[in-house]
């Protein structure tokens, strides 16, 4: 028996958000039995549950509930209810994770909120470190440079480059695959996501994760398909499933089990698969195949 046990607090909200977050589960059910770890997916109001059981789309029980859980992880992040989530925690960092096998993948850090420059760089230098030991730095200001600067100081044997907003959107397009990892102010972080997105072809290979240094942490995809495709079976689980990859690794640091669960999805996406349950399906079959016992993926995986 294992003895590593976590608590998620899982948030559905509306829309296809419960379908989402119905598959999601099985996949980690699968992936913590493959690993010999235990999750505890404790499902709370949220949203428009919430507003019809309590009369508050983030009633308090539910406040409580993923105060004390290890990870929070959402399913419909176009949720209203979500903007107050994030805002009833302590969130200092943001990592996005934009997946494309084809150019690279790239993480993008930032920071969350007004005096957190100096954490986030202290965090994008711990993962470049834990990847391919490369960082690039993107800001407007002289003050931002200094951060990176004074935090690189500390770092011997990495390679830190600073770039412009448009040097780092032209390497992407002229030399894909040239950026690991960019720290980034949060008004040009975005641009960054969303144009790696844009050559990755799709937003749903962005996974986010709002990261706290003393409570839990909250995960969801950049998008999800609209609701008005609920119910149908159609919707794309692949950025949900992606998103509890990086909370695997992210969250509760069971890194090898989000590089088996990540590389699942990836062969699925190789298939031609096009509903929700039999993209599910593929993932759960191609995780013995594809299943990392190595734990030295350390913070966002390689």
Request: net charge negative; charged share 20%; with cysteine.
């Amino acid at each position: 028996m294992s003895s590593r046990a976590w608590t998620v607090a899982c948030l559905a909200g509306d829309g296809v958000g419960p379908e989402l977050m119905a598959e999601t589960s099985r996949v980690l059910a699968e992936v913590a039995r493959l690993h010999a770890f235990h999750l505890d997916d404790v499902h709370l109001p949220f949203g428009g549950e919430g507003l019809t059981r309590y009369g508050h789309p983030l009633p308090q029980s539910t406040r409580e509930a993923y105060r004390r859980a290890d990870a929070i992880f959402v399913s419909s992040p176009d949720d209203p209810a979500f903007d107050g989530v994030k805002a009833d925690l302590d969130l200092g960092w943001r990592v996005s994770r934009v997946h494309n096998g084809v150019r690279g993948d790239l993480v993008v850090v930032e920071p969350v909120g007004y005096g957190a420059d100096e954490l986030a760089a202290t965090r994008a230098f711990q993962l470049a470190a834990a990847r391919r030991a490369r960082l690039t730095s993107v800001g407007s200001t002289p003050e931002w440079d200094d951060v990176v600067a004074a935090e690189a100081d500390r770092w011997d044997g990495l390679e830190v480059e600073y770039l412009t907003l448009g040097g780092v959107l032209t390497r992407f397009r002229d030399h894909p695959g040239t950026v690991d990892l960019v720290v980034a102010g949060s008004h040009l972080a975005g641009a960054i996501v969303d144009a790696a997105a844009h050559l990755a072809g799709s937003l749903h290979t962005v996974a986010r994760a709002w990261l706290s240094a003393n409570g839990p942490g909250v995960f969801a995809a950049e998008v999800c398909d609209a609701d008005e495709v609920a119910g149908f079976g159609v919707a794309d689980p692949a950025g949900t499933l992606l998103a509890a990859s990086l909370l695997l690794g992210e969250g509760l640091g069971a890194r090898s089990a989000a590089r088996t669960l990540e590389r699942a999805v990836a062969a699925a996406e190789e298939g031609t698969v096009f509903d929700t349950r039999s993209f599910t399906d593929a993932v759960i079959t191609n995780l013995p195949a594809v299943r990392t016992d190595t734990e030295h993926f350390q913070e966002v995986q390689q």
